[in-house]
């Protein structure tokens, strides 16, 4: 019930291509859901987040697409750049068992070839 | 405004040793939180702390312990190192939720231990 399930695995797009990743969870207790991109041999860091109050969240070419009923949520990135290429994590956050936590997904490896 | 910091970067170890890893939070923040990042896998949480206590727990044994000191900067100790234990250590700062707001945790750019 904790869990936040990720896909694809990996992706690879096409320079000024849509690259999407999707991502569902089960556990209503979630009510913030924030995007991280890795490169390698570095932390994460925050891209975008949402709330579900809202579904659809955009910044820059980055976009966020929630879906309430579905527990559902996705990443879009438009007009994708070599830079681009990380690993892009999803993640729920939430009160779980008294404590706030972060569940993280699994992780999809990005690569825009230019 | 300085950012989340750890120690050290790159780290080596034997099976049975002990290890200390460090992290100062981000300014403002007395929240923080340690994950495991095994190679090709998401962050897992460890635990959190804050105000100085233990805060949530995931599924990690007992040998895996920490500390929060008054200037909020924590330490994330392993006992009796096993070869899995090897992975990317992240630390992360956050305020805690004031109402109803969802905390935003900002991370380090991790310690990376091998065990040996």
């Known amino acids: 019930q904790q869990q936040v399930k990720q896909s694809p695995q990996s992706l690879i797009v096409q320079k000024g291509g849509i690259s999407i990743i999707n991502c569902a969870y089960e556990n209503t207790a979630f009510d913030y859901f924030p995007w991280y991109q890795q490169f390698p041999g570095k932390g994460p860091a925050l891209l975008i987040a949402?709330?579900?109050?809202?579904s659809e969240k955009k910044e820059g070419r980055f976009t966020i697409s929630f879906n309430k009923s579905a527990k559902q949520f996705s990443l879009h990135i438009m007009d994708s750049q070599p830079g681009d290429s990380a690993t892009y994590f999803c993640?729920?956050?939430?009160?779980?068992?008294?404590?706030?936590?972060?569940?993280f997904g699994q992780g999809t490896r990005l690569t825009i070839n230019p | 405004e300085t950012g989340v910091t750890q120690s050290p970067t790159h780290l080596i170890k034997t099976r049975g040793q002990q290890v200390t890893l460090r992290c100062s939070s981000q300014s403002g923040h007395n929240t923080v939180s340690w994950y495991q990042q095994a190679l090709g896998q998401g962050p897992q949480f460890i635990f959190q702390?804050?105000?100085?206590?233990?805060?949530g727990r995931g599924n990690f044994p007992p040998r895996f312990s920490g500390l929060q000191f008054p200037n909020y900067s924590s330490e994330l100790n392993v006992n009796a190192l096993e070869l899995d234990d090897s992975a990317l250590y992240l630390c992360a700062s956050s305020i805690p939720r004031t109402g109803g707001a969802a905390e935003t945790q900002y991370f380090g750019p991790g310690t990376r231990l091998l065990v040996l």
């Open positions: 949402i709330r579900p109050d809202v």
């Open positions: 993640a729920a956050v939430g009160i779980i068992q008294g404590a706030q936590k972060l569940v």
């Open positions: 702390y804050y105000r100085e206590e233990e805060n």
